[in-house]
């Protein structure tokens, strides 16, 4: 009898060994991740960008992902475009000058790493982004700021100049006659240039450059300096970027906020519909008219899906993947 009892606690253990191990073989061919069919669904690579001008940026940058670059040269070679093109009145050269006719430039940079760069209040540099950038990579800073920014900038061997073009002295000139202060939504049609993108090797980074509202207070910084508000990435979940009235993404952390909602699960199109909400709703405590203010956010997940956002109708971004460089118009929270 002892001998039989034995036998079956013994051919009772192997049963059930062999039918937990059953179990965690089925469990694991269910969960185990197809490497190959996630390679083909991730679409990368990809950058996004804000407004019209992200176009050619989109072009500049895509030189470098389509050669295998990191998503850390691209946005800075592609919004480097933007800050060098004196048609686009409000970054870099050509920029629209704050109300005692100085243009001051912010900008900010940011790794798939966590490493970030940022530079406010600086004039005469005509590549922030640069600057950002290697505030990032050689400095023990974040941000550096005025005149101790473009210290650093020339110490570095960036040569200042003047980025008053004439266009933008005379519209200067013109609103001096006026001098009343009023942001105009979708001026930014040649706005801020926000860029975030997703490499062939899965990293994600993101670039953000302005000289910031036309004829704003001598001062005055937005949100395209502030990681977080402008800009966030983080490579485990996705990036975000924004543009239009700082004061309001601010309020918010704005990109910071995109990318939060995506680790808590939105899509991010959704994360950007959500963050927008957040921002209508502020406005409606501070009992502001909402028709006078934009803001879009623009957002990108790790296997490249991608989405936009904005309150008032008119903004837009262009997307630059194995299909074609591409203008695609948001949409938005008003109708």
């Not at 062999?18 to 269910?30: L, P, R, Y």
């Not at 704050?98 to 005509?126: P, W, Y």
């Not at 400095?139 to 920014?149: E, I, N, S």
């Amino acid at each position: 009898m002892k001998s039989r009892r034995n036998f079956l606690k013994a051919s009772a253990l192997l049963g059930a060994s062999i039918t937990v191990n059953g179990c965690a073989s089925a469990i694991a061919a269910t969960t185990s991740p197809d490497k190959d069919r996630i390679a083909r669904k991730t679409n990368k690579p990809i950058v996004l960008s804000t407004w019209r001008s992200g176009i050619a940026a989109n072009e500049a940058a895509w030189k470098v992902l389509s050669s295998k670059g990191s998503a850390l040269d691209a946005v800075e070679q592609g919004v480097r475009v933007q800050e060098a093109d004196p048609n686009d009145q409000s970054v870099g050269y050509g920029g629209r000058p704050d109300r005692d006719g100085f243009v001051t430039l912010d900008a900010c940079i940011m790794d798939h790493e966590f490493n970030c760069g940022s530079v406010a209040f600086v004039q005469g540099i005509k590549h922030p982004i640069t600057l950002a950038r290697a505030v990032m990579e050689k400095t023990p800073h974040l941000m550096l700021v005025g005149k101790g920014a473009e210290d650093f900038a020339q110490s570095i061997g960036m040569k200042k100049e003047n980025l008053l073009t004439p266009e933008s002295e005379a519209s200067w000139k013109k609103w001096l006659e006026t001098s009343e202060y009023k942001p105009v939504v979708n001026i930014e049609n040649h706005d801020t240039i926000g860029m975030i993108a997703l490499d062939e090797h899965g990293n994600l980074s993101g670039a953000c450059t302005t000289s910031g509202m036309a004829f704003k207070m001598h001062g005055r910084i937005g949100d395209s300096p502030i990681i977080g508000a402008a800009l966030y990435v983080d490579n485990e979940i996705g990036a975000a970027t924004a543009t239009g009235h700082g004061e309001e993404v601010i309020r918010v952390v704005g990109c910071h906020l995109v990318v939060e909602l995506m680790r808590q699960g939105l899509s991010p199109q959704e994360a950007c519909e959500e963050a927008v909400r957040r921002i209508v709703h502020k406005i409606d405590i501070r009992k502001k008219n909402i028709k006078e203010l934009q803001v879009g956010f623009i957002a990108l997940d790790k296997s490249g899906n991608y989405g936009a956002y904005c309150i008032q109708g008119g903004f837009n971004f262009a997307k630059y993947d194995n299909s074609g460089n591409v203008l695609i118009d948001s949409d938005h929270y008003m109708h």
